[in-house]
Nanobody, 117 residues
Framework: VQVVESGGGLVQAGGSLRLSCAASGSISNDNGMGWYRQAPGKERELVARINSGGSTYYEDSVKGRFTISRDNAKNTLYLQMNSLKPEDTAMYYC????????????WGQGTQVTVSS
């Protein structure tokens, strides 16, 4: 499975960005997918995830501002980020779950999101 993120960039506080994650290879609707982020000096954290049934989870700090969605026909995951804050600045990673292990076994290279105040 190959995972490629895009859509990061520099935005002012209060602005919006949409991240995309294109997955290819042995992937199906059974694969859960998620977005993680890691800021300098901090541990990587789960931002949002969507399972094979379409159920979603959001980390508390992004609830009401971020929306995760997926286009199963295109094997593409999205993260719409609105009302961005400087503390959202991080490298954002897309992860794909392996149905056999239940773990996020496949990762992209990341896309940088920088929010200026």
């Amino acid at each position: 499975v190959q995972v490629v993120e895009s859509g990061g960039g520099l935005v002012q506080a209060g602005g919006s960005l949409r991240l995309s994650c294109a997955a290819s290879g042995s992937i199906s609707n059974d694969n859960g997918m998620g977005w993680y982020r890691q800021a300098p000096g901090k541990e990587r954290e789960l931002v949002a995830r969507i399972n094979s049934g379409g159920s979603t989870y959001y980390e508390d700090s992004v609830k009401g501002r971020f929306t995760i969605s997926r286009d199963n026909a295109k094997n593409t995951l999205y993260l719409q980020m609105n009302s961005l804050k400087p503390e959202d600045t991080a490298m954002y990673y897309c992860a794909v779950e392996s149905p056999s292990s239940g773990e996020y076994d496949y990762w992209g290279q990341g896309t940088q999101v920088t929010v200026s105040s």
